[in-house]
């Protein structure tokens, strides 16, 4: 996760120095934001914590702000969209007694970004997620780890109250759906047992979450788990065939329990922009495709602090391709895959940015 850590006091800015190089070990990606005047440890320094959101807001996965937290809602107020596209927002007191998911609990991260500043540091974690609370599965949490996004998005709460209220939710997958074992691993993590959708017109249910690209008739309360657009970033040697690159993207799909159908936009190099392998493997996905100049390959590196290869670097100018070329095709920051090696390929795999809202 890129993180930003802001503080207002000296004390503050300790405390977040120390927490960032924790972080960083952990290989988290972190920047240090302190109010000027009152960063010992000259870290970056900011005037106003108003005019530092204005710049940072959307630039960062998660905020963890050292201050009051009623000076973090006033200022987060105006920058808040949507769980679905806002960071994850976590606030420490001072003395690091506390660390308190403020926004974006589940989707976003949030709660699970507050429990690991409470295990680094020995805060206090303070969720107040109502099925977090009640010791319930989350819809929206279930989501997250299979990288699926909620429809209708509006039903999201409505599951969870049921949750909440001790109703009877049925979670069920489609078993056309590739690597079972995946999702029913990723849902076990959560506290999720998953059924065959097969059995749904025989199971007692009061309301359902469905993992499935289908759309069924239902009358009972239910939404669905769908799959995400993907991006994907790819590196391969020179005279490598397009079923080379097939197969190793069809592995790669299959690892994050996706289709090769789910990629939405292939992203690589200036430099491969006329590997024939790789242009008709394009063609045959019929998916637009970008190709990055090193100097934009090398800034996404250096932001996201990416891994590097000096072979490749020396052969081609730049350290990585695959990772840096699916987090500029997806824009987004973080990766569903990373760097993965292959005979003659190696691939990434990046979610594609969310662009409207329902």
Do not use: W
Not at 5 to 28: E, F, P
Not at 233 to 250: D, K, Q, S, V, Y
Not at 278 to 294: D, E, G, T
């Amino acid at each position: 996760m890129k993180c930003a850590i802001i503080s207002v006091t000296n004390h503050g800015a300790v405390l977040g120095s120390k927490l960032a190089d924790q972080l960083i070990i952990l290989g988290h990606q972190v920047d240090v934001f302190a109010k000027a005047g009152r960063n010992p440890l000259q870290t970056v320094s900011y005037d106003s914590v108003s005019s530092l959101m204005d710049e940072i807001f959307s630039r960062y996965e998660g905020l963890i702000f050292i201050m009051a937290t009623g000076i973090v809602v006033r200022v987060i107020a105006p920058y808040i969209q949507d769980k679905r596209m806002d960071p994850a927002v976590v606030v420490m007191d001072e003395q690091g007694q506390f660390a308190i998911s403020l926004l974006s609990g589940h989707i976003g991260g949030g709660n699970e970004l507050a429990k690991l500043i409470g295990h680094t540091m020995g805060a206090r974690p303070v969720i107040t997620t109502a099925t977090d609370v009640t010791g319930k599965p989350a819809a929206d949490l279930l989501a997250c780890k299979l990288h699926r996004k909620i429809e209708p998005f509006s039903q999201l709460k409505c599951i969870n109250a049921a949750l909440v209220n001790g109703d009877k939710v049925g979670f069920f997958i489609d078993k056309t759906i590739p690597n079972q074992e995946y999702y029913n691993q990723m849902a076990k993590e959560v506290g999720i047992q998953l059924q065959d959708m097969s059995n749904l017109q025989t199971t007692s249910y009061d309301a359902a979450v469905l993992i499935t690209d289908q759309t069924i008739p239902m009358e009972k309360l239910h939404l669905y788990l769908r799959p995400i657009q993907l991006a994907v970033g790819i590196g391969c040697r020179r005279g490598t065939t397009c079923a080379e690159i097939e197969a190793a993207l069809t592995d790669a799909c299959y690892r994050i329990g996706y289709n090769i159908k789910n990629i939405s936009i292939i992203g690589s190099t200036v430099l491969k922009q006329d590997e024939i392998g790789l242009l008709a493997l394009i063609k045959q996905l019929s998916v637009p495709s970008v190709f990055f100049s090193n100097e934009e390959l090398q800034q996404c590196i250096d932001d996201h602090q990416l891994e590097v290869s000096n072979f490749v670097k020396k052969q081609i100018g730049v350290g990585n391709v695959c990772a840096a070329a699916a987090i500029l095709a997806g824009k987004r920051s973080k990766l569903l895959l990373p760097k993965t090696k292959y005979k003659n390929v190696t691939l990434a795999i990046a979610p594609v940015k969310l662009q409207s809202l329902e």
